[in-house]
């Protein structure tokens, strides 16, 4: 679509092109150094667990958000754990969902 200044250009993405492992191992390595995760790396790390890996989904999902949790940034770090819960939404334990939620609610940004 083009509208004068605007372009908007779709594209395909197909979740079984990424690997959720390598995906994880970098989003680690960024936030143990303290860095911020860039957009990309941020959109990646949210479907990662609907990506390839050698885990389940629901562990991979735990694990991803274990890593969100040590983002300094709380906006950042509700982000991450609030977009993974929406692409999660089909195949999460609904017990780690709702705990999830109370524990977002408890943070700054999702009490604000």
Known sequence: MHLNSLKIDIQQVFLRNFDADDIVK???????????????????????????????????????????????????????IAGMLVAADKFINRDYSHMLRRWLNMTKIGQL
Do not use: H, V, Y
């Not at 680690?28 to 995760?37: C, F, H, K, N, P």
């Not at 941020?42 to 949790?69: F, G, N, R, V, Y």
């Open 26 to 80: 970098a989003a680690r390595a960024r936030i143990e150094a303290g860095q911020t995760l860039s957009d990309e790396e941020t959109m990646k790390l949210i479907i990662a667990p609907l990506a390839k890996s050698t885990l389940s989904k629901q562990s991979l999902l735990e694990k991803c958000i274990d890593l969100a949790k040590n983002i300094d940034d709380d906006w950042q770090q509700s982000f991450l």
